[in-house]
């Protein structure tokens, strides 16, 4: 008797040059976070290292100057990126703001206090992506400047690299405390996709959780598509 079992079908949620894009963004995000941070650690955390302690901060320097060099760039492409590239194109259209994200979001929260049957059908990105991904542009902006500030602190008196490091630092945390807290507990922990959700690996999205989380997107595509998932990977 043959087989009833289909495969599950998938949609493309990321092409390989926005994985490789988010890739890089988040090793070279990580390593400043963690070489930032170490620099305001207590003595007794410094002390811990012994006499290598002056050798890890030597590294600990230069590790976090070439993550921010990376982070630079990174940023750089992607403004060309989202400009020359039609799948940036396509990706900047639809993460941009519209009225219609503060109904989803009203209705959402309908939803999740027991006031509406079923959640509001939401597009491709929804309000929490678009917020998050508007936010890395602005935190970005604030650690690059503030970020050369300080490694040319040379060029500029006491008082503007206090205000520098003062930013640099309060955005430091605001951005680790939101990767951790807000991107990898509702992306990763998420009750659909848990332990983990896949698409910055495979770039795949599959066809159920399509449905259910951006119920806009996935009539579109079927629309566009006569029915059939778009489960080929489109050009980098």
């Not at 590790?63 to 590239?85: F, P």
């Not at 059908?121 to 902006?141: A, N, Q």
Request: glycine share 8%; charged share 15%; aromatic share 16%.
């Amino acid at each position: 008797m043959a087989s009833t079992h289909t495969q599950p079908r998938q949609f493309v949620r990321l092409t390989k040059s926005q994985r490789i894009q988010h890739a890089i963004l988040f090793v070279s995000t990580a390593l400043l976070i963690i070489t930032g941070f170490m620099i305001e650690a207590d003595r007794w955390f410094i002390a811990s290292f012994g006499s290598a302690a002056e050798t890890i901060f030597w590294w600990r320097g230069w590790i976090h100057r070439i993550a921010g060099v990376a982070v630079t760039v990174i940023c750089i492409y992607h403004l060309i990126y989202v400009t020359v590239n039609a799948d940036g194109r396509s990706w900047f259209k639809d993460m941009l703001p519209r009225p219609s994200d503060a109904v989803f979001a009203w209705q959402n929260i309908m939803f999740m206090l027991g006031f509406r049957d079923a959640r509001p059908k939401m597009d491709r990105f929804f309000y929490l992506e678009k917020l998050e991904y508007w936010s890395v542009y602005f935190g970005m902006f604030i650690v690059i400047v503030t970020g050369i500030m300080l490694w040319t602190e040379y060029l500029w008196p006491k008082f503007y690299l206090d205000v520098a490091g003062a930013f640099h630092l309060g955005e430091a945390t605001l951005a680790a405390l939101a990767i951790i807290i807000g991107h990898i507990f509702s992306v990763h922990y998420n009750a659909h996709v848990y332990p983990m959700n896949r698409a910055f690996l495979d770039g795949m999205i599959s066809e159920e959780l399509m449905k259910e989380e951006h119920g806009l997107w996935y009539e579109r595509e079927m629309a566009k598509h006569g029915g059939t998932p778009h489960g080929g990977e489109p050009s980098a």
